[in-house]
Nanobody, 127 residues
Framework: VQLQAFGGGLVQAGGSLRLSCAAS????????LGWFRQAPGTEREFVAA?????????????YYDDSVKGRFTISRDNVKNTMYLQMNSLKPEDTAVYYC????????????????WGQGTKVTVSS
């Protein structure tokens, strides 16, 4: 699978953005997916994850970092081979380059668990 992230931009604090991650490949639904972000001068960090679809995982279980819980929503559309990150109530500290990633594991929260990475899309939140 190959990934391409887009949808970043400049938004005022309190605003919203929706990031998309388009994937190529026929087995999209069998991958766990995640969003990570990296602010200038910091390490890449976990944002949100959604499990593969099917079986006990249903249409995808989700998991969020505490810093975005209640504000961000991760979702996937297996027909469109696309993952989304709806970001609401954005804060200046959400400013970062956001990366989407795929893992062959059912779900992952660690960088090392992910095998495929898309290019980043930059999100800037002004105060």
């Amino acid at each position: 699978v190959q990934l391409q992230a887009f949808g970043g931009g400049l938004v005022q604090a309190g605003g919203s953005l929706r990031l998309s991650c388009a994937a190529s490949g026929r087995t999209f639904s069998s991958y766990g997916l995640g969003w990570f972000r990296q602010a200038p001068g910091t390490e890449r960090e976990f944002v949100a994850a959604i499990s593969l679809s099917g079986g006990t995982w249903n249409n995808g279980r989700t998991y969020y970092d505490d810093s975005v819980k209640g504000r961000f929503t991760i979702s996937r559309d297996n027909v469109k081979n696309t993952m989304y990150l709806q970001m609401n109530s954005l804060k200046p500290e959400d400013t970062a380059v956001y990366y989407c990633a795929a893992t062959a594991q059912p779900m992952g929260v660690l960088i090392d668990e992910y095998d495929v990475w898309g290019q980043g899309t930059k999100v800037t939140v002004s105060s």
